[in-house]
C-alpha cells in the first residue's frame, strides 16, 4: 500500500494533516459543536479519554487561545496514554473507570464545577458487537459518574457510544439527569461505524442525588434501580445529523492531484501499545544480504 493510500480514502484524515491536528475526530467535535453550540460560554471542561489529543486541541483553540482571562479556562484531559502536552490543557494519565481517577479529577476541579464532560472514549474493539458495546457502555457510565460530580447544573454532556439494541436503558439513564438527550452523527463519522455521539444538555439532577464516590463500573446497578423505582421519560431522542450535508462524505475516496505532498500525522503516539514490537524489531540486525538474522 502507497503512502497516500490513506489519504486517498479518508478525506478527514488528510485534512486532519493538513489542518494540523493529531487526529480526524477533530472535525466531529468542531461539527457537533456547529448545532448544538456546546462550547458557547464555556470556559472550564473536562475532556475524558483524550489521547492524541485532538478535542483538547479544538478546546484550547476555542476556549484557552482567545480568552483574555486564560487562568479562568480550566481543560483537563484523562486518558490511559499519555499524551504530548498542549497549551492550556492540565493532562491526568488514568483509566476512566478507576475510583481513584475520577477522585483526581474531581480534585483538580474544586467547587467551581465544569460547563461541559466530553467524553470520546472507545475501547479496544473486538469485533464481537455485543462485547464492544457493553465496554462501551461502561465507559459512558463511568464518564457519566465523574460528570455528576463536576459538572455544574445546567451543563453538558457529551459522550462517544456505540448505536446497538440497549440504546434505550442509556437514553433513559441519562434522562434522569439530563432535560435533553440527543445523538449526533457528524459528517466525519463514517456511516459504516456504529458510532455516534449522545449530546445531554442541561444537567439537572434528581432533587436530593447525592453523587456516590463508589467505584464507577458498580454505578450502573445504581442507576438501574433508579429507573425502575421511578417514572421514566421515555420521550423520542432526536437523531442529529452534524456538519454540512453538501461537504465530504467520510465513507469516499477522493482522488488527491498529482502535485499532492503525502504530509505525516501530526503528532506520533506517545507511547503505543506497538511500542516493545517496535524496538524489538530495531534490536533484530540484518548481518548479510543473504538475510541473516541475528534476533537478540
Ligand atoms: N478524542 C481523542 C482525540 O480527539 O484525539 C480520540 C480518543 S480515541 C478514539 C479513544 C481513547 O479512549 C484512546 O486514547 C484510549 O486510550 C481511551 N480509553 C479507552 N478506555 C479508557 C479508559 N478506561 N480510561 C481512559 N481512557 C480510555
Redesign the pocket.
Known amino acids: 500500500m502507497g503512502k497516500t493510500s490513506k489519504d486517498k480514502r479518508d478525506i478527514f484524515y488528510r485534512y486532519a494533516k493538513e489542518q494540523g ?3 480526524r ?2 472535525f ?2 468542531i461539527q457537533i459543536d456547529e448545532v448544538f453550540n456546546i462550547l458557547s460560554g464555556v470556559t472550564r471542561v473536562v ?12 478546546l484550547s483553540k476555542k476556549l484557552w487561545e482567545p480568552s483574555e482571562n486564560k487562568d479562568e479556562v480550566k481543560i483537563i484531559a ?4 499519555p499524551m504530548s502536552p498542549l497549551n492550556g490543557v492540565i493532562q491526568l494519565q ?5 475510583l481513584e ?1 475520577a477522585q483526581a479529577i474531581i480534585s483538580l476541579f474544586g467547587d467551581k464545577k465544569a460547563h461541559l464532560v466530553c467524553s ?5 474493539v473486538t469485533g464481537l458487537h455485543d462485547i464492544d458495546e457493553y465496554i462501551q457502555s461502561q ?1 459512558i457510565l ?1 464518564a457519566l459518574n465523574i460528570a455528576t460530580h463536576v459538572l455544574m447544573n445546567s451543563g453538558t454532556f457529551v459522550a ?1 457510544i456505540f448505536r446497538g439494541k440497549d440504546i434505550s436503558l442509556l437514553f433513559s439513564q441519562l434522562s434522569i439527569f439530563f432535560e435533553k438527550v440527543s445523538i449526533a452523527k457528524p459528517k466525519s463519522s463514517r456511516n459504516s461505524s456504529i458510532e455516534a455521539f449522545l449530546i445531554c444538555q442541561n444537567y439537572q439532577p434528581p432533587d436530593n442525588y447525592v453523587p456516590q464516590k463508589i467505584n464507577p463500573m458498580i454505578a450502573d446497578l445504581k442507576v438501574i434501580r433508579e429507573i425502575t423505582d421511578s417514572e421514566v421519560n421515555r420521550n423520542n431522542n432526536p437523531f442529529v445529523v452534524c456538519g454540512d450535508l453538501r461537504s465530504y462524505d467520510s465513507d469516499m475516496s477522493y482522488p488527491i492531484d498529482e502535485n499532492y505532498e503525502h504530509k505525516e500525522i501530526v503528532q506520533k503516539p506517545t507511547s503505543p501499545p506497538y511500542k516493545e514490537v517496535l524496538e524489538r524489531l530495531s534490536q533484530i540486525s540484518l548481518k548479510h544480504e543473504g538475510f541473516s538474522i541475528n534476533k537478540q
Open positions: 491536528w493529531r487526529a475526530s477533530a466531529k467535535l475532556d475524558l479519554c483524550a489521547a492524541p489529543g485532538s478535542w483538547s486541541q479544538v484523562v486518558d490511559l496514554q488514568g483509566d476512566i473507570t478507576k481517577t470520546d472514549g472507545a475501547p479496544d465507559l463511568a462517544k
